[in-house]
């Protein structure tokens, strides 16, 4: 992530994270997350990563089913609340970082989510091979992001690349499903949920 991008992206999500999880947007977005955590059919020995987690509500639902619920955001002030919600959940854990330098062992997890935050990186090259590089083999992602295949998101993302700093770029099915393969996952798959406004992309890390 360039420098630029990742100042405005920081500043944009520590003033949400005030009002996160509790705003009309976030409501809506809740159900999308929901949607691609269900893809990842997670169980009691996954060790989940959720790159860009917000203030933590993916890793707070997956916490009972889980061994381990790892989340990452270059907010600190997403962090801070992420943490502050998330008290008493003994598996749950919070780190400060960027989706291109996650700073974990190869292997790590899982499992990966990645919602509704994958159009803010400049480098989705870089950070899909962050994800393959950290999930153990057979491995599942998720991502969750707007579908540009639709001629209302492609209006969005033009108005959003002109208005918002931490915008960069929303892509189409195709385009992540062909990040995914060059990257060695396999058993690819899409759904499209909110009226098809939404992808969710999976896949499986090659053995």
């Known amino acids: 992530m360039s420098e630029a991008h990742e100042e405005a992206a920081r500043r944009h999500f520590d003033r949400w994270s005030r009002t996160y999880e509790r705003d009309r947007r976030s409501r809506w977005m809740g159900e999308i997350q929901r949607r691609a955590l269900d893809a990842l059919e997670l169980t009691p020995t996954d060790a989940l990563l959720d790159v860009g987690c917000g203030t933590g509500a993916a890793v707070r639902r997956a916490s009972p089913e889980v061994a381990r619920a790892v989340g990452i955001d270059l907010s600190s002030g997403m962090i801070e609340e992420a943490g502050r919600l998330a008290a008493g959940l003994t598996n749950v854990s919070f ?67 002109r208005f918002e700093k931490s915008h960069v770029r929303i892509h189409a099915a195709g385009e992540l499903g062909a990040l995914l393969s060059r990257h060695g996952f396999t058993d690819l798959g899409v759904r499209r949920t909110l009226r098809g406004t939404f992808l969710v992309v999976r896949g499986r890390r090659a053995a």
Request: aromatic content about 8%.
């Open 95 to 161: 780190d400060i970082a960027s989706a291109a330098h996650l700073p974990f062992d190869d292997g790590a997890f899982s499992a990966l989510l990645c919602t509704s935050s994958f159009h803010h990186y400049p480098d989705p090259d870089a950070v899909v091979g962050e994800m393959a590089r950290v999930l153990a083999p057979g491995g599942r992602i998720a991502i969750a992001d707007p579908n540009r295949d639709r001629w209302e998101v492609r209006a969005a993302d033009r108005f959003l690349r």
